[in-house]
């Protein structure tokens, strides 16, 4: 069995892939896997990083700039689709997959259409309660259209057929270990609630300013403190330190990268984020209560509706960008970690409900059935 996976330009299109190919080596060691991405994008070093076979195509997205710098790039654009879709054949020719896995991004686009047209089944996967553009465009001629929730089937056409539902893969080790095994790990040798915030690899600059806030104001309150700033975060130790906080102390792990995320949900009793698709699934995975802080600057605002699939099913707490400060923040976290907990505990018992723990298998057994149709 040969699968070709193609998506790439954010982690939420990349991780949710290399979680599939890692299920499908698994469950059959001898299949072998292709990963087609962006040159230069960051699905060309992190496929590689995680010993998944990686090919680049020559493509770039649409500029939303109406200047001349983005007609340049869209001028440029339309070149790399016309170069992409030359590699794409050529990738596919020589690779031959049984079947072909999108799951984001515009580098889906050319490999798809040539599947398409070399007549090789291909199937979308979209992550976000609010299906892309890539999907939307490809999404009749695909095997199968995968989305994570009901919310997410009904922003398709209602005269699709060929849509079912079956979440977002995630890293098989989520959830995997247990809260005190976690805390041990970590190094944290207390009993107080643990809050785990982070805003990706870049780093979330709301977040990153009202997280150093609130650190201050409770340096001196029972609470552990899990914080990821990104790339651009760095302010963030300065402004600790200036203020007398001890980042070696055994109450803090600040730090720019959260590499060991699964230890540290198991560990968290709130989680503070963004509401990226591949990170809310994480979170109802590991069944932890979380209070989102939607990204405005993704396209057609996707974080938003995102975090309110699950702030519907009074799973989630939600607060926008425009209205971050450090008193609704305050407000938001008393709310879920006081009284007992009764709010923590009514999210937890949601996404226990809600919760697809299975996405990777349901996905194998979809890509089987139609391959097994075809041959």
């Known amino acids: 069995m040969k699968i070709l996976f193609t998506g790439g330009g954010t982690a939420g299109h990349i991780n ?7 299920h499908f080596k698994k469950t059959e060691p001898n299949c072998e896997i292709l990963y087609v991405g962006a040159n230069g994008g960051m699905e060309s070093r992190l496929v590689p990083e ?7 195509i020559t493509i770039s997205g649409f500029s939303r700039k109406l200047n001349l710098e983005g007609f340049k790039k869209n001028l440029q654009t339309l070149k790399n689709i016309f170069i992409a879709s030359k590699e ?13 896995i999108g799951t984001g991004g515009y580098v889906c686009g050319p490999i798809l259409r040539m599947a398409a047209k070399m007549k090789i089944p291909f199937i979308i996967h979209d992550s976000n309660s609010f299906p892309g553009v890539t999907t939307k465009l490809l999404a009749k001629k695909a095997s199968k259209v995968l989305v994570i929730n009901n919310e997410a089937k009904q922003h398709l056409p209602k005269n699709l057929k060929n849509v079912e539902i079956t979440g977002t893969p995630v890293r098989e080790n989520i959830a995997v270990c247990g ?12 009993d107080y609630p643990v809050i785990l915030s982070f805003g990706g690899s870049l780093g979330a600059k709301a977040i990153n300013e009202v997280m150093a806030k609130f650190i201050v104001r409770h340096k001196n309150d029972k609470l552990n403190f899990i914080h990821g700033f990104g790339k651009r975060g760095h302010f963030v130790e300065d402004e600790l330190t200036k203020n007398g906080i001890d980042l070696k102390g055994k109450k803090y792990t600040i730090k720019e990268y959260i590499r060991n995320m699964a230890e540290c949900l198991a560990a968290a009793d709130l989680v503070i984020c963004r509401a990226g698709a591949t990170t809310l699934s994480e979170i109802q995975i590991a069944k932890k209560p979380a209070i989102l802080i939607p990204s405005p600057n993704v396209a057609e605002n996707h974080q938003y509706y995102n975090a309110m699939a699950l702030v519907n099913e009074n799973a989630a707490s939600i607060i926008e960008e425009k209205n971050l400060s450090l008193e609704t923040l305050e407000k938001e976290v ?3 970690l006081e009284n007992n907990k009764k709010i ?3 999210y937890y018992k949601n996404l226990e409900r809600i919760a697809i723990t299975d996405s990777c298998e349901r996905i194998y057994k979809i890509s089987k059935q139609i391959i097994n149709e075809r041959s």
């Open 16 to 22: 949710p892939a290399i979680a599939l190919a890692q």
């Open 334 to 336: 008393s709310k879920i």
């Open 179 to 190: 809260k005190d095994e976690a805390k041990q790990k970590l190094g944290i040798d207390n």
């Open 88 to 100: 794409s054949k050529k990738i596919l020719n020589d690779f031959k997959p049984d079947i072909c």
């Open 344 to 346: 923590a505990n009514e």
């Open 50 to 56: 995680e010993g998944i076979d990686f090919k680049g």
